[in-house]
């Protein structure tokens, strides 16, 4: 969407091959570089971006260096912009049995969940104000894309591993007790802190 609005985006990356993957993806726009770094270590030059935004990846970081570090980036009056979704786990049936599916089969789901992320927001921002807002989202997904929407998490046990194929016996199940044309639906809550960091 920053791509598509004109901006000027340089993409920071740690993973060569998704790296890659993104500028193969994004290849049509010349507002993007691509930028071999990490949140902690950007590679950027002090003072030389307007605001700094990091989606679901966030929680993969070391927050207070990754703060130092945006602070670095920053130019005066900049803003540091994070976003992600935290799947809603009650209310519908399948939603229920999706976290259960997680809790029982994942490898370190617990730790890494975004809720802890959120709960500790507080810290990074600190001692700076910041400001939220909450959207909700909703995916419909079929059985392709929600097998592949399992696999892509960190926190679920891979081909190979002996929980693996029960993981996926178990998703199955589950995905034909609650579909509905074929589909079944995720639902979100986007949560957005925002603040600029002194």
């Known amino acids: 969407m920053l791509l598509e609005n004109g901006n000027r985006v340089l993409a920071v990356e740690p993973n060569a ?8 993806y994004l290849q049509g726009f010349s507002n993007l570089t691509s930028v071999a770094g990490r949140a902690e270590a950007t590679t950027l030059p ?14 993969w970081f070391d927050r207070q260096r990754a ?7 920053l130019r005066p009056d900049g803003w540091t912009v994070l976003v992600w979704n935290e799947r809603k786990v009650d209310g519908a049936a399948f939603l229920r049995e999706y976290e259960r599916l997680l809790l029982s089969y994942g490898t370190d789901y617990r730790e890494v969940r ?13 001692p ?9 989202m909703r995916q419909e997904c079929g059985y392709p894309s929600l097998e592949g929407r399992l696999l892509s ?12 194929e029960p993981m996926l016996a178990e998703l199955r199940r589950i995905f034909d007790a609650h579909q ?5 639906l995720l639902e979100y809550d986007t949560r957005v802190f925002y603040g600029q960091l002194s």
Request: proline residues 3%; aromatic residues 12%.
């Open 180 to 184: 509905a044309g074929g589909q079944v």
């Open 17 to 24: 091959e998704m790296r890659k993957a993104g500028e193969e």
């Open 128 to 136: 700076s104000q910041y400001d939220s807002r909450t959207f909700t």
């Open 46 to 59: 002090s003072r030389s971006v307007d605001f700094v935004t990091a989606a679901q990846a966030a929680h």
């Open 153 to 164: 998490s960190s926190y679920t046990p891979q081909a190979g591993n002996p929980a693996y």
């Open 67 to 73: 703060r130092a570090e945006f602070v670095r980036i």
């Open 114 to 126: 975004h809720e802890r992320t959120t709960a500790e927001i507080a810290d990074f921002f600190t």
